[in-house]
């Protein structure tokens, strides 16, 4: 059956295409400065004023937008899948890391087979029976990094709850002492290599190439652990290592050994900022709003007065924390648009895309919109509960990007979010530093709170 979104592509048979029009930018810069301050808004604005196809300019490069529902709708099409291609845009990080391939970069068959051998690893089996182990974690981290009386800086002390849980989650393995060698390279990376929005001679701060250093040695560590320890492995815990390394053994075509570290160490770049940028959104948007604020902390009693936890009493009992949560992925998108190119001419809702244009499709753009979220400026944390269930018109909702290559972690996200804040609410009474506080916010490398958002510690609530 004919979808909304193959018919858009088959348009180019009734009527002659247009060319997308070009949105109006600085000599030299072009667009640059509006992406850098808001792209999410930035892109809104544009599909309100020239429609859901058009074009703009960042430096030396054009970008080809397809913005909208419907846009997010082709991604998931078979016409969508033909038509866009993603290599282009991870080539650069490939290179600098010496490897062959990244999951991210690759289409087709060789991407179906990368992501059935981390399915299990990013899912949710493997954290049956862990649950308890992870508000371990987290709890020691709150105690160390949140000290009562304190202001704190919320979006770094996320990234350090983020990593630990993680680093247990998919490896087995603490990454504490490289959290900020992690951060470090993730944010050279992005901004210089994956979105282009900072100069290539940055790749040569010392800085970077100590912090990649040292990201190298901790993807080293982990294939010495595995090596050292598969005799006696545990089937029960298996992790992301064990299939990447059982993989690499089986198929060394498929991830060879200069993959080896991409592979290991990409969880934590995939993770860190889409994690701790969302959750600290939810931090500032709960404590903004007192009555959300009381709902939070009702859900997180309610469940760590059971003692022992599991998936079940997570992804079921914490509806108000699910409806935040779900909302500050809408109003904090991190993903505002995927990027893209295309492998062949084709039309979209009358345009005319030609091979090898640079896209974004800009899948974040319904999230701003009165037409799925009524007062879309509210934080509102009943948008997704039937009967209203905002979220589920076609297109509405892309949080975890759209298509073939959505979140591999999502679930696991999902259960990570849920549960630090569960905890951290349920531990910590937290204050913005005053009732009319503002939450300022970061683009680079990925959209955000500041890094200079801090929340006071006022007490210990359990
Ligand atoms: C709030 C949390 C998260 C958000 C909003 C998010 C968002 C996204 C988006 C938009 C994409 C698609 C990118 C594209 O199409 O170009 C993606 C892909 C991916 N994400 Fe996440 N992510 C989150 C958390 C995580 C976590 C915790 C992990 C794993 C530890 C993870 C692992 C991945 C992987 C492996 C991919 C690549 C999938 C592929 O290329 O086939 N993500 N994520």
């Not at 080809?64 to 038509?83: I, K, P, Q, Y």
């Not at 753009?365 to 269930?389: C, G, L, Q, S």
């Not at 979220?391 to 298509?403: D, E, F, N």
Request: hydrophobic fraction near 40%; aromatic fraction near 8%.
């Amino acid at each position: 059956m004919a979808t909304a979104a193959s018919e858009a592509i088959k348009e180019p048979c009734k009527a002659p295409l247009k060319e997308p029009p070009l949105v109006k930018g600085l000599p030299f810069l072009g667009n640059a400065l509006d992406m850098a301050k808001d792209p999410g808004r930035f892109f809104y604005e544009c599909y309100r004023k020239h429609g859901p196809v058009f074009k703009l300019k960042v430096m030396s490069n054009t970008y080809t937008v397809l913005a909208g529902a419907e846009a997010a709708n082709f991604m998931g099409t078979r016409e969508g899948r033909d038509s866009l291609r993603s290599k282009e845009f991870w080539q650069g990080l490939v290179d600098e890391w010496g490897a062959s391939r990244t999951l991210t970069g690759e289409d087709g068959e060789t991407h179906q087979k990368l992501r059935a051998v981390m399915k299990h690893g990013y899912s949710k089996e493997s954290l049956k029976g862990r649950y308890d182990e992870l508000v371990e974690i987290t709890d020691k981290v709150i105690a160390r990094d949140w000290p009562v009386g304190q202001m704190v800086p919320v979006v770094q002390n996320m990234q350090y709850i983020v990593t630990e849980q993680l680093g247990a989650m998919l490896t087995g393995t603490s990454p504490r002492e490289y959290v900020a060698d992690i951060r470090t390279t993730i944010l050279y990376i992005l901004n210089i290599l994956v979105t282009r929005q900072r100069p290539k001679f940055m790749l040569k701060d010392p800085r970077y190439k100590y912090a990649k250093s040292r990201v190298s040695e901790l993807g080293q560590r982990m294939i010495a652990q595995y090596e050292a320890g598969k005799a006696d492995r545990d089937p029960a815990r298996r992790n992301l290592v064990d299939d990447v390394m059982e993989a690499h053994a089986r198929d060394p075509d498929l991830i060879p050994r200069s993959d080896l570290i991409l592979s290991l160490t990409g969880p934590f770049v995939a993770g860190l900022d889409t994690v701790a940028n969302t959750v600290s959104g939810f931090i500032y948007a709960v404590l903004k709003n007192p009555d959300v604020l009381r709902r939070v902390q009702a859900d997180a009693d309610a469940l760590f007065a059971k003692g022992s936890i599991d998936e079940a009493n997570v992804r079921n009992e914490l509806p108000n924390i699910d409806g935040a949560i779900m909302e500050a992925m809408r109003v904090y998108t991190i993903a505002v648009a995927q990027m893209r190119t295309a492998t062949r001419d084709f039309g979209f809702l009358g345009y005319q895309v030609r091979e090898n244009e640079l896209l974004y499709v800009a899948t974040a753009v319904p999230h701003y919109m009165e037409e799925f979220y009524p007062n879309p400026d509210t934080f509102d944390i009943d948008r997704y509960a039937k009967p209203r269930a905002e979220h589920l018109k076609p297109g509405a909702y892309s949080p975890y990007g759209r298509g073939t290559h959505t979140c591999l972690g999502k679930t696991l996200a999902e259960v990570q979010m849920a549960l630090s804040m569960a905890r951290l609410f349920y531990k910590l009474d937290l204050e913005l530093e005053s009732p009319d506080y503002m939450l300022e916010t970061k683009v680079l490398p990925t959209p955000g709170p500041s890094m200079k958002f801090k929340v006071r510690v006022k007490g210990i609530r359990h």
